[in-house]
Nanobody, 122 residues
Framework: QVQLVESGGGLVQAGGSLRLSCATSGRTFSNYAMGWFRQAPGKEREFVGTISQSGRSTVYADSVKGRFTISRDNDRNTVYLQMNNLKPEDTSVYYC???????????????WGQGTQVTVSS
C-alpha cells in the first residue's frame, strides 16, 4: 500500500511563496500520475493540478494557473507544488494523491496524504 506524506505548509503573507512536498513509499512512484487538491473549511475538496507519470505533462485549475507549478522527481519518489504570488483565498489544507492517469476529479484518486495547512495572510 502506498503512503503519502505532505510537508512544507505554513503561514505566509500575500504575495509570498511556499513549496509543498509529497513523499511517497510503497509502490513504483513513476507508474502513477499525481495530483494536488485543497480543501478550505466548509468547502468541498477542489482540484489544484496534476502531473503525468513522466512529469512532462501538467494540468492546472484556472484559479492557480500561472502561479503554481507541479513537478516531480521520480528518483526521490517525490512530487512538489511550488506556489508563488499566494493570495488569501489560497488558504486551505493541501493534499497530494495518487491516480492511474492524470485527472481532475477527486474520485479518480485512490490514495491520499494527510494534508498540510497553508495559510495566507492579507
Amino acid at each position: 500500500q502506498v503512503q503519502l506524506v505532505e510537508s512544507g505548509g505554513g503561514l505566509v503573507q500575500a504575495g509570498g511563496s511556499l513549496r509543498l512536498s509529497c513523499a511517497t513509499s510503497g509502490r513504483t512512484f513513476s507508474n502513477y500520475a499525481m495530483g494536488w487538491f485543497r480543501q478550505a473549511p466548509g468547502k468541498e475538496r477542489e482540484f489544484v493540478g496534476t502531473i503525468s507519470q513522466s512529469g512532462r505533462s501538467t494540468v492546472y485549475a484556472d484559479s492557480v494557473k500561472g502561479r503554481f507549478t507541479i513537478s516531480r522527481d521520480n528518483d526521490r519518489n517525490t512530487v512538489y507544488l511550488q506556489m508563488n504570488n499566494l493570495k488569501p483565498e489560497d488558504t486551505s489544507v493541501y493534499y497530494c494523491a495518487v491516480a492511474m492517469a492524470m485527472a481532475t476529479m477527486v474520485r479518480s484518486y485512490n490514495v491520499w496524504g494527510q494534508g498540510t495547512q497553508v495559510t495566507v495572510s492579507s
